[in-house]
């Protein structure tokens, strides 16, 4: 039995949707973000950093959401959601994988908690630096998407398509004239792979659980 630490609506989901798929017996536990539990001695035990998601496992508790995908998708389901390891995609995952985690989701943290990187006098300037830093990563992933399609299936869920999926959800989340606001239908290729994430019935579950809307991905509510 697993046990997910999240709320709805953050970096846990594509973890949740994940267990959803592979059907593994898990428990959701919401975490009390407003009471506090992130900074409490309990919760730093199992993330030091006080963050979300944490994931217990047989092996102990993981954390980091890539790596959880990843551990997950190696050992319970090896190359169904990626290349599994020693196959021929396997470098070109992994590229594309941590290129998404060390270049795409900076800048969306920093457009929706621009305040706490920059600070109030200038929180408001960073915003549309970010979000132009974000375009051009989903440049080149929408590139890297066109090149390598079996990497960015359009027919199946995939983890690529779940972790960039998430981001892109809050990207698409933003109002009419936020400079944050990006949608994922201006990218078709990627819009494609996100399509067959949110389509699948554990995704419906999670969506439904969450109440994250039927496109999750590729037309989030706003």
């Avoid at 600070?119 to 390598?148: C, H, I, M, N, Q």
């Amino acid at each position: 039995m697993f046990v997910l630490h999240h709320t709805p609506d953050t970096a846990a989901t594509p973890v949740r949707i994940l267990l959803e798929e592979l059907a593994l017996p898990y428990t959701a536990r919401r975490v009390d973000r407003e009471g506090g539990e992130l900074a409490s001695p309990g919760y730093r035990v199992l993330h030091p950093l006080g963050k979300i998601p944490v994931l217990e496992t047989p092996e102990g508790p993981l954390v980091e959401t890539a790596a959880i995908l990843l551990w997950l998708a190696d050992t319970h389901a090896p190359g169904r959601f990626a290349p599994a390891p020693g196959t021929g995609d396997r470098g070109a995952f992994l590229k594309w994988l941590f290129f998404a985690t060390s270049n795409l989701h900076p800048p969306v943290m920093e457009i929706y908690y621009s305040d706490r990187v920059a600070g109030p006098a200038a929180s408001e300037a960073l915003v549309p630096l970010a979000a132009a830093r974000a375009k051009t990563v989903l440049d080149a992933l929408e590139t890297g998407a066109k090149a390598a399609p079996a990497l960015f299936p359009a027919d199946r869920p995939s983890l690529l398509g779940l972790y960039i999926g998430t981001l892109m959800r809050w990207l698409g989340q933003l109002p009419d004239g936020h400079p944050g606001l990006i949608r994922a239908a201006d990218y078709p290729v990627l819009h494609a792979t996100l399509a067959a994430c949110e389509t699948t019935a554990a995704a419906a579950r999670v969506a439904a659980a969450e109440d994250l809307g039927p496109t999750l991905f590729t037309r989030p509510a706003r």
